[in-house]
C-alpha cells in the first residue's frame, strides 16, 4: 500500500527518511562487498568490508570530534542505552550501586535501571521543572559517594527541551562520576564537540538523522569500562556479538555527514510558522520550554479534546503526527514526560506532537496548522467536556 500522494509527514522524531545520498553509499554493500568485517583476516574481500567499516567509524569520530576506537556501532539507540547503562552497571559495581536519571528519559533508559533496581542497584530519579528542564543544582545534591554512573538525555523526544548537559557533565567530572547523554535527538540537529564537553558516553541512531533503521552508535571514552551485555561474539571492541553491519555503518556516517547549518536553519524557520500558527487556536498550550528548545520537536495541548482523536482526524487529512497519551504509548497511561513535568492528565493527554523536517515546506506547515484548527474545533463541538 503506498503512501497517499500529498501525505505531510511530521513524525520526523520517530522516524525520518533515508537520504537519497545516503541510499547510494549504502548499495554496493548489499550487492558488491557482502563480506563480512571480521573475515579481513581471511581474505580480500574481507579487507575491503573492515576497510569500509573503519572509514565510517573515522567520519563519525571526525564530526563529535572522538577518538575512531570510541565509536562503536550497535543496532539501535536502544541497544546502545542498554549496552552503555547495564554494561557500565555491571562492569563498576564494586564501586558502588547508585544511579541517577531523570525521569523524563526514554523507555530504554528508565526500563534499563528498573532492571538494574532488580539487581541490587539504587536508582535516583531527578525532578525536572514545569519546561522539562533539570536544575544543575539537584543533580549535585544528588550525588553520593557510592554514585557511579549519571544518564541524562541531551533533548527530549517528546519536547524537544534541552538540558544543560555541559553543565551536567562538569559536575559529573568533579566528582569523578561517569556521563552518558541519550543524544539521539540532538546528534545532528545541532553542534556538538566531544573534545570540549566531557561527556563520558553518548548514544544516537541513523533512523533520526535520516540515515537507515537498525544502526546507531554508542560513544565510548577510553577511560569508559564496559561489560559485553550479549554473548556470541567478540565485535566493535569485544563489546557487541554479530555479524557487522556495514551497510548501516556506511550509511549512518554519510546521514551524519550530510547534516549542515542550512537543514537546521530550515527546520528552525518552519517550526516558527508553525508554533505561531497552533497557538492562535482557541485554549491551545505549548508544552516544553521557550527559551531551552531544539526546533522541530513541537508539542502542543489542546483543551477539551483527546490526543488520540486529533492525530486520527489528521490522518484521515493526510497529516502524521503523534500524541503522548494511550495511542502512542499503548496504555491508558498519559505522557510519562508530560506528567513528569507537573501537568494534569487532561493536558496530557490533549497533547500533539509534531516533529519536522528539512524536506518539509512552508505550503506544508499552513496546511497542518489549517487541519489542525478544523479538527479541534470540530471535536469541540462534540465533546461532552464543557470549557470552565
Not at 209 to 234: E, S
Request: charged share 25%.
Amino acid at each position: 500500500m503506498p503512501i497517499p500522494e500529498g501525505y505531510i509527514y511530521l513524525d520526523n522524531a520517530s522516524s525520518t527518511r533515508t537520504s537519497p545520498e545516503v541510499v547510494k553509499e549504502m548499495l554496493p554493500f548489499f550487492t558488491e562487498i557482502y563480506a563480512v568485517a571480521s573475515s579481513q583476516f581471511s581474505h580480500t574481500a574481507g579487507i575491503i568490508a573492515s576497510e569500509a567499516l573503519e572509514k565510517s567509524r573515522k567520519i563519525i569520530a571526525n564530526i563529535l570530534h572522538v577518538e575512531p576506537e570510541e565509536v562503536i556501532f550497535t543496532s539501535d539507540a536502544t541497544e546502545s542505552n542498554n549496552l552503555a547503562i547495564k554494561g557500565f552497571a555491571f562492569a563498576n559495581r564494586h564501586k558502588g550501586k547508585h544511579i541517577i536519571v531523570s525521569p523524563v528519559e526514554t523507555h530504554s533508559v528508565l526500563q534499563s535501571v528498573k532492571t538494574l533496581q532488580q539487581e541490587g542497584f539504587e536508582v535516583t530519579f531527578l525532578k525536572v521543572d514545569d519546561e522539562g528542564r533539570l536544575d544543575p543544582y539537584s543533580l549535585k545534591n544528588a550525588i553520593r559517594t557510592d554514585t557511579i554512573l549519571v544518564s541524562i538525555q541531551w533533548v527530549n523526544q517528546e519536547t524537544g527541551t534541552i538540558q544543560p548537559i555541559t553543565e551536567l557533565a562538569n559536575i559529573c567530572r568533579e566528582s569523578g562520576i561517569v556521563f552518558h547523554t541519550d543524544a539521539s535527538w540532538a546528534v545532528g540537529k545541532m553542534e556538538i564537540d566531544l573534545s570540549k564537553i566531557p561527556v563520558d558516553m553518548l548514544t544516537f541512531t541513523g533512523s533520526l538523522i535520516n540515515g537507515p533503521k537498525g544502526i546507531a552508535v554508542l560513544i565510548r571514552k577510553k577511560h569508559v569500562l564496559l561489560k559485553k551485555i550479549m554473548d556470541g561474539g567478540f565485535n566493535e571492541f569485544n563489546l557487541r556479538p554479530g555479524v557487522e553491519n556495514i551497510p548501516g555503518a556506511v550509511g549512518i556516517a554519510k546521514a551524519l555527514e550530510l547534516w549542515t547549518d542550512d537543514r537546521r536553519k530550515i527546520i528552525a524557520h518552519l517550526d516558527s510558522i508553525l508554533k505561531e500558527s497552533l497557538l492562535t487556536i482557541e485554549d491551545s498550550l505549548f508544552n516544553g520550554s521557550k527559551n531551552f528548545r531544539l526546533p522541530g520537536i513541537l508539542n502542543i495541548s489542546f483543551d477539551r479534546v483527546e490526543g488520540e482523536s486529533v492525530i486520527l482526524h489528521l490522518d484521515m487529512k493526510k497529516i502524521a503526527v503523534i500524541t503522548g497519551s494511550a495511542c502512542f504509548s499503548r496504555s491508558l497511561e498519559p505522557s510519562h514526560v508530560l506528567m513528569a513535568m507537573g501537568y494534569t492528565h487532561e493536558r496530557a493527554h490533549g497533547s500533539i506532537r509534531y516533529s519536522l523536517s528539512f524536506e518539509n515546506t512552508e505550503e506544508e506547515m499552513k496546511k497542518t496548522a489549517e487541519a489542525t484548527r478544523d479538527v479541534v474545533e470540530r471535536l469541540r463541538k462534540i465533546t461532552p467536556i464543557k470549557k470552565e
